[in-house]
Nanobody, 125 residues
Framework: QAQLVESGGDLVQPGGSLRLSCAAS????????MNWVRQRPGEGPEWISV????????RYADSVKGRFTISRDNTENTIYLQMDNLEPEDTALYYC??????????????????WGRGTQVTVSS
């Protein structure tokens, strides 16, 4: 059974940093595009980043470009999101999700093949 488990969310002050992790199991993560998606209360999901299976093709939403860095370790079946210079607007539930191709516009998480339960990031002083 495929599973994605996010971790690393926390309460952090504006300007701070966090590193999110997403551990995959039950499927061959190394063949999949892996995405980070966030969702604020009352809003739809916002795609923020994707990394190709080989790890060399990276894409970011304009809202996080230059502040967030996605990476993956296929030997550990884990992806990461390094988040720097965090802003209050980054407060959201962060999900990782797997897709066969980059999927940067979604109305629902179930458009991805696999997704986790999310980890909460709160940016506040």
């Amino acid at each position: 059974q495929a599973q994605l488990v996010e971790s690393g969310g926390d309460l952090v002050q504006p300007g701070g940093s966090l590193r999110l992790s997403c551990a995959a199991s039950g499927f061959a993560m190394k063949f999949w595009h892996m995405n980070w998606v966030r969702q604020r209360p009352g809003e739809g999901p916002e795609w923020i980043s994707v990394i190709a299976p080989g790890g060399k093709d990276l894409r970011y939403a304009d809202s996080v470009k230059g502040r967030f860095t996605i990476s993956r370790d296929n030997t550990e079946n884990t992806i990461y999101l390094q988040m720097d210079n965090l802003e209050p607007e980054d407060t959201a539930l962060y999900y990782c999700a797997a897709s066969a191709l980059p999927l940067t516009r979604v109305r629902s998480l179930n458009e991805y093949t696999y997704w986790g339960r999310g980890t909460q990031v709160t940016v506040s002083s």
